[in-house]
């Protein structure tokens, strides 16, 4: 490794639905995070790492700060706030806005006092009629934070992300390369096959559903027939729950099924069975037991 190769930490945080799952994606080139156009979409710490041949980029993508009404709801916003901590920079991510958000105003003002640069980043600049309406956000928010640097970025149109990317990595100390080149996240493969289920539940459902829904899978490698064997079930809190997602004669729980099995076996590149189970848990997003089962406690998140 040359002697000037940099590495670092950098934190994403924002409000919910600001792009920064696609973001994280779109920068590591692997899919990471789950997307969906629900709020709350993330709910853990998820780490993408970009590997490149003179640096290395630990981003946390992190659940979206929200006012939480329920246990878990309150460990995703400290797990939001706690990946700001020990890290090299933080990119605050926001939209193009007329007014400051009361929201985002808050997260801000967690900030204070941090002695590294903070990036003030607005994506999905292409939804503006006229770029420069994006002066307005950009003139509001400067007042709120000594930012290190402001970046209009649109992740879907591939805008302004490479002079971002190229100005952290200028901040970026001198540092060993602290994953493997061939390593994209710190998740096991159960997790993220867990996640592949719950953003196939999201695309497919509405309403309460996406918000009461929390997937548990057991993996299995049979050597013989060179696959995975998959039994993965689908928590949610009321009966009513369950019948959606099952869905008539369990239409939906098909396509549920359908769609991940094609994203999971692209993501372990072998075979796999998958068998889908639904069951009850009542109010789990509040019991402190459930919560640690399903991964949400206070250390995994």
């Given at each position: 490794?040359?002697?000037?190769?940099?590495?670092?930490?950098?934190?994403?945080?924002?409000?919910?639905?600001?792009?920064?799952?696609?973001?994280?994606?779109?920068?590591?080139?692997?899919?990471?995070?789950?997307?969906?156009?629900?709020?709350?979409?993330?709910?853990?710490?998820?780490?993408?790492?970009?590997?490149?041949?003179?640096?290395?980029?630990?981003?946390?993508?992190?659940?979206?700060?929200?006012?939480?009404?329920?246990?878990?709801?309150?460990?995703?916003?400290?797990?939001?706030?706690?990946?700001?901590?020990?890290?090299?920079?933080?990119?605050?991510?926001?939209?193009?806005?007329?007014?400051?958000?009361?929201?985002?105003?808050?997260?801000?003002?967690?900030?204070?006092?941090?002695?590294?640069?903070?990036?003030?980043?607005?994506?999905?600049?292409?939804?503006?009629?006229?770029?420069?309406?994006?002066?307005?956000?950009?003139?509001?928010?400067?007042?709120?934070?000594?930012?290190?640097?402001?970046?209009?970025?649109?992740?879907?149109?591939?805008?302004?992300?490479?002079?971002?990317?190229?100005?952290?990595?200028?901040?970026?100390?001198?540092?060993?390369?602290?994953?493997?080149?061939?390593?994209?996240?710190?998740?096991?493969?159960?997790?993220?096959?867990?996640?592949?289920?719950?953003?196939?539940?999201?695309?497919?459902t509405k309403e309460e559903i996406p918000h009461s829904i929390a997937v548990v899978s057991d993996?299995?490698?049979?050597?013989?027939?060179?696959?995975?064997?998959?039994?993965?079930?689908?928590?949610?809190?009321?009966?009513?729950?369950?019948?959606?997602?099952?869905?008539?004669?369990?239409?939906?729980?098909?396509?549920?099924?359908?769609?991940?099995?094609?994203?999971?076996?692209?993501?372990?590149?072998?075979?796999?069975?998958?068998?889908?189970?639904?069951?009850?848990?009542?109010?789990?997003?509040?019991?402190?037991?459930?919560?640690?089962?399903?991964?949400?406690?206070?250390?995994?998140?």
């Open positions: 490794m040359q002697n000037n190769f940099k590495s670092g930490f950098i934190a994403i945080i924002g409000r919910p639905n600001v792009g920064k799952s696609t973001f994280i994606n779109h920068v590591v080139g692997k899919k990471v995070a789950i997307m969906s156009d629900k709020p709350q979409t993330t709910r853990n710490k998820i780490l993408g790492v970009l590997t490149k041949e003179d640096y290395q980029i630990a981003f946390t993508d992190t659940p979206g700060i929200h006012k939480a009404k329920t246990l878990l709801g309150e460990r995703m916003v400290n797990a939001s706030y706690s990946a700001t901590k020990d890290v090299d920079g933080i990119i605050f991510m926001t939209t193009p806005l007329k007014s400051v958000l009361k929201g985002d105003e808050i997260i801000l003002s967690n900030l204070k006092n941090k002695h590294i640069p903070v990036y003030l980043v607005i994506n999905k600049v292409d939804q503006l009629k006229k770029f420069n309406d994006i002066d307005l956000t950009i003139a509001i928010y400067k007042d709120l934070y000594p930012f290190a640097g402001v970046y209009p970025i649109s992740v879907k149109e591939n805008k302004n992300v490479d002079v971002l990317l190229n100005d952290i990595i200028k901040t970026l100390p001198v540092g060993p390369k602290y994953y493997p080149d061939d390593m994209y996240s710190d998740h096991s493969n159960s997790f993220l096959v867990s996640e592949i289920i719950r953003e196939k539940i999201l695309y497919l993996m299995k490698y049979d050597e013989e027939l060179d696959e995975y064997e998959i039994l993965s079930t689908i928590y949610v809190e009321r009966d009513s729950q369950k019948r959606i997602i099952i869905g008539h004669n369990g239409d939906l729980i098909k396509k549920v099924k359908d769609l991940s099995k094609r994203e999971i076996k692209k993501l372990l590149d072998k075979k796999i069975t998958l068998e889908l189970w639904v069951k009850v848990k009542k109010d789990w997003k509040d019991k402190p037991l459930d919560l640690s089962i399903f991964g949400y406690s206070k250390d995994e998140m």
